[in-house]
């Protein structure tokens, strides 16, 4: 499983600002320290304020800091606000239809792997992610 390119960003960004939440930060800050293209990161701020993951502040002492405390933000919140929300009734073969009564050859196989990987990404928070300081931004 890989996350989108706009999901990575995400991450990177709101586990930044967890890391280093003692201010606001600019887009232009994150674009700098994080090394991401700018035009790309402002949409990914401008999403992630939608979805209520981060605020907002106009000024001079403005920028973006996390809306919610880390340990409340899921890695499933995160994929939804960017516009990958879990499946857990997805066909790794991609059928439209497959569940017990109209397997695809995989659909055994693949309830295992499927069930540890919703577990991951709705018991993995960002302050399990962001206060891991080996961990890459």
Not at 59 to 78: N, P, Q, S, Y
Not at 106 to 122: S, Y
Request: net charge neutral.
């Amino acid at each position: 499983m890989y996350f989108s390119k706009t999901t990575e960003y995400a991450i990177r960004v709101l586990s930044y600002l967890d890391r280093y939440n003692d201010s606001t930060h600019s887009v232009n800050h994150l674009h700098q320290e994080l090394g991401l293209p700018y035009k790309y990161l402002t949409r990914v701020v401008t999403d992630l304020v939608k979805k209520g993951l981060i605020v907002s502040m106009r000024g001079r002492e403005g920028g973006v800091t996390l809306a919610k405390k880390a340990e409340d933000i899921r890695l499933c919140d995160i994929l939804d606000a960017m516009g990958e929300p879990l499946e857990p009734n997805r066909c790794i073969l991609g059928f439209e239809k497959c569940d017990a009564a109209n397997p695809c050859a995989l659909h055994d196989q693949w309830v295992a792997p499927k069930n540890m990987i919703e577990t991951m990404l709705t018991e993995t928070t960002l302050a399990s992610l962001s206060r891991n300081k080996q961990t890459k931004l």
